[in-house]
């Protein structure tokens, strides 16, 4: 697919105007204020108007085909208006997961409901210690016992942090074999499995403890495969991530410098003092950094490109910064307001934070940048 | 990319490879081999210097007769006729290949002073001037920065006067001005025939409206250029004393009091350097090949703080080379260049100036002091060109308030500086004008 800017930019203008009528703060407001965390009308309508759930996924599993780049153009304007949705843990994790899998037939299985929007699902990989470090996965998959009618084996443990967890009606697990870190489905349904939303920092992104009790599932790709799976998808993920972070980012910006533009203090605008205005170009460089780094990730992925792992692992640290800033400085620059609870400076503030740390963070990320340089 | 350019493109390799090799990659790269140089500056002997300039002119008159001299210059002066989209491009291409680098001759002179001619001088100066420039004979310089304007531009002082018994001659025939003052931080000056100088010509005025410019000649009477001797030791800019230096009238840009606008098509065409930091000694030891060497041989890539520090390091010199790829691609593209060159300046002397802190605390001693060392002190020549990089061309300060100003629409500060006549301002040391 290439890079056609008319294309693009049609697109984001459908997904903005969508998402300007549909996720305005407050349907925000009250859809993080849900048990669901997201409202099933709008996700309905998503994919009906704008089909956006299939958008990257190929077309023989119902998609319409398009790459990273676009789903990345989508992705900025949903980190920008803050949408709360199982957009990520659906489309990105769950669907890349099934696709790096290998396993066609669970596609042909899963991904047409996930790109028609019926099918709401993650990817349960991270436990207590958050660690997506396949070494650390201690939940067990075993063969079932014969007779049981389940799909052939069970799963027992426990996974943390899983987006959308309590929402999805199918959670991709990894669990270990005898032959290593493996990957399974779980319908949400299935006896033993318990979903317990976590309290969370960011209001707009739901996590979960799931726990798993002898819960039946069936084996997704070859055994200890997950391994590199969860490289791979965390790299998708990232790239992914590191859109929503870079649109974020820019909200923050406009906010500011619209602040600056228009409050007053000392009978001028703000923004006339160089302490405010530097701040704002401050904000402006990380902003510009930010979306490049995205945007190339994106384009890598769907080039196939050999370097696609370090513009992942550079985008992650990049926009997670980048965003971090963004948000911190937009609350000095509108002052003591968006300290409030009514601001929604604080919204994206813990966005940005949580955002950085999903995957691991600092402690983790920079080791993956040079793992992944190879150095 | 557009037919057009693809085209281009075609005629750009085609008259590289007849006239160029193509550069090998930096793979070959191993510790301990080959020049460990860092510097920024050069570092030049004044023979290797000559040799360089030479060659420089060299090349410039093989792109100019193969059509490539001034691709976005008009025809009738030797140009191409082509739009600075496709100079970037030729850029992009050429810099696959190894041949002399002509920053001495096109930085300045080609790049700002030639479209300023093309914009305000009068046809027999353009006649006389352009073609020679772009064809490698002419160097100029940019007689701008004042040891009281640096920042300030259009607070510049050095005085143009009408020459005494020429003032009230019929038409602009005969007519010289008569220039004194003092220029600073010229580059290329030694080199230069021709240099555009901005001059107060009316103090009554405020600043911007009382500035004329007009094109010197380097060697007449009265043009003293000494070199300036930087912090690295070096010496890459000039001081320029003008004294009593008469100028013909047929040589100023632009109207009486009207240089403020001559000297904004020079700064606006300050050329856009997508890519042109991706080569040379620094860019070549910046890569991650280079600096986990560099760690592995100073015993410190166990260090996790370090490793932490290489990363984020890496991280922005890979999102500023981002930046600048996209950016050539949406220029290739067509479309508006946005902030992306400013904010690419921005962090590029803020990643060279990390750079050479980090380094710094691999080598600790080996960097204060020379052990004879392959790839160690070598860098104190890095160290010390950092704090310039902040500066020239545009402090950090004010090109935040350019992207702020510009970019996100933040008022500027108010100020009487820009109605005030400028002889009343004040000044530094507190004197009147």
């Not at chain 1, 703060?25 to 089909?51: F, I, S």
């Not at chain 1, 228009?262 to 979306?291: N, T, W």
């Not at chain 2, 020049?35 to 420089?56: C, G, H, I, M, T």
């Amino acid at each position: 697919m290439s890079e056609s800017k008319e294309g693009l930019d049609e697109l984001r203008d459908a997904v903005r105007e969508f998402l300007a009528a549909k996720s305005p703060e407050r349907a925000v407001r009250a859809a993080m204020e849900t048990g669901l965390g997201y409202d099933p009308a709008v996700w309905q309508q998503m994919a009906q108007q704008l089909r956006l759930p299939g958008l990257a996924l190929p077309d023989e599993y119902g998609g319409d085909g398009f790459g990273q780049t676009e789903l990345g153009v989508v992705l900025e304007e949903m980190g920008a208006a803050l949408l709360c949705a199982p957009f990520f843990s659906t489309v990105v994790l769950a669907a890349q997961a099934l696709l790096a899998s290998g396993d066609e037939a669970a596609c042909a299985r899963y991904l047409p409901s996930i790109a028609a929007g019926q099918t709401v699902a993650t990817l349960a990989a991270a436990e207590g210690n958050a660690s997506w470090d396949p070494a650390m996965v201690s939940a067990r998959a075993g063969r079932a016992a014969p007779g049981t009618g389940a799909a052939g084996w069970v799963i027992t443990g426990t996974k943390s942090f899983v987006i959308d967890g309590a929402a999805a009606d199918l959670v991709l697990v990894v669990a270990r074999t005898t032959a290593g870190p493996s990957l399974f489905a779980v319908q949400r349904d299935a006896p033993g499995l318990r979903a317990e939303p976590m309290v969370t920092l960011d209001l707009t992104r739901p996590l979960a403890v799931l726990t798993f009790d002898q819960v039946p599932a069936a084996l997704i790709g070859a055994e200890g495969q997950a391994g590199r799976l969860m490289s791979r998808v965390l790299d998708l993920a990232c790239v992914a991530l590191a859109a929503e972070q870079a649109g974020g980012a820019r909200r923050c910006l406009e906010m500011s410098a619209d602040y600056a533009r228009s409050r007053y203090q000392f009978g001028r605008p703000i923004g006339s003092f160089q302490a405010v205005k530097h701040k704002c170009a401050d904000m402006l460089v990380r902003v510009e950094l930010a979306g490049a780094t995205a945007r190339e990730a994106a384009r890598l992925a769907d080039e196939g490109a050999a370097g696609f792992p370090v513009a992942a692992a550079t985008a992650h640290i990049c926009c997670s910064q980048g965003y971090v800033f963004a948000a911190t400085e937009n609350i000095q620059v509108h002052g003591g307001i968006a300290f409030t609870w009514e601001h929604p400076a604080h919204l994206y503030f813990r966005r940005a934070k949580s955002s950085e740390l999903l995957f691991g963070g600092p402690a983790v990320y920079h080791e993956r940048l040079l793992d992944r340089l190879g150095i | 990319m557009t037919d057009d350019l693809q085209d281009f493109t075609r005629q750009v390799r085609g008259f590289l490879d007849a006239h160029a090799a193509r550069k090998t990659g930096r793979a070959g790269f191993r510790w301990g081999e080959g020049d460990d140089s860092v510097a920024y500056f050069s570092a030049d002997p004044p023979d290797v210097e000559e040799r360089k300039l030479r060659a420089a002119r060299d090349w410039q008159r093989t792109r100019y007769e193969n059509g490539f001299g001034w691709i976005s210059g008009p025809p009738e002066y030797g140009g191409r006729g082509l739009t600075p989209v496709h100079e970037l491009v030729y850029d992009g291409i050429e810099s696959d290949y190894d041949v002399p680098d002509t920053g001495t001759l096109s930085v300045v002179g080609l790049g700002m002073i030639g479209p300023t001619i093309l914009a305000h001088g009068q046809q027999a100066i353009k006649d006389r001037y352009l073609p020679a420039m772009y064809r490698g004979d002419v160097i100029a310089c940019q007689l701008f920065s004042e040891p009281e304007a640096g920042s300030d531009l259009a607070g510049l002082r050095t005085r143009a006067g009408p020459a005494e018994g020429t003032a009230g001659r019929q038409g602009t025939e005969g007519r010289e001005w008569v220039l004194d003052g003092q220029k600073v931080w010229t580059s290329v000056a030694q080199h230069s025939q021709l240099g555009l100088a901005l001059c107060r010509t009316d103090p009554a005025a405020p600043k911007h409206r009382g500035i004329t410019a007009f094109l010197v000649d380097m060697t007449a009477p009265g043009v003293d250029v000494r070199p300036l001797r930087q912090m690295t030791g070096g010496a890459d800019f000039n001081e320029v004393f003008l004294t009593g230096v008469r100028v013909p009238d047929d040589h100023r840009l632009g109207g009486v009091n009207g240089g403020w606008r001559v000297a904004l098509t020079t700064l606006m065409n300050e050329r856009a350097t997508v890519g042109s930091e991706g080569s040379g000694p620094v860019a070549d030891a910046l890569t991650p090949e280079r600096l986990s060497a560099l760690m592995r041989a100073t015993w410190t890539w166990d260090d996790r703080a370090l490793r932490r520090g290489l990363s984020q390091l890496l991280t922005d010199i890979m999102a500023t080379s981002h930046l600048n790829a996209r950016a050539f691609r949406q220029l290739q593209a067509g479309a508006a260049p946005g902030p992306e060159m400013s904010v690419a300046k921005l962090m590029y002397a803020q990643n060279l100036t990390r750079a050479a802190h980090f380094v710094a605390e691999l080598l600790g001693p080996r960097i204060i002091a020379d052990t004879g060392d392959w790839g160690t002190f070598a860098w104190a020549e890095l160290l010390l060109a950092t704090p310039a990089l902040r500066i020239l061309g545009g402090t950090e300060e004010i090109m935040k308030n350019i992207l702020a100003e510009r970019v996100l629409g933040l008022p500027k500060e108010p100020g009487i500086d820009t109605t005030s006549p400028f002889r009343d301002l004040p000044r530094s040391g507190g004197a009147a004008r």
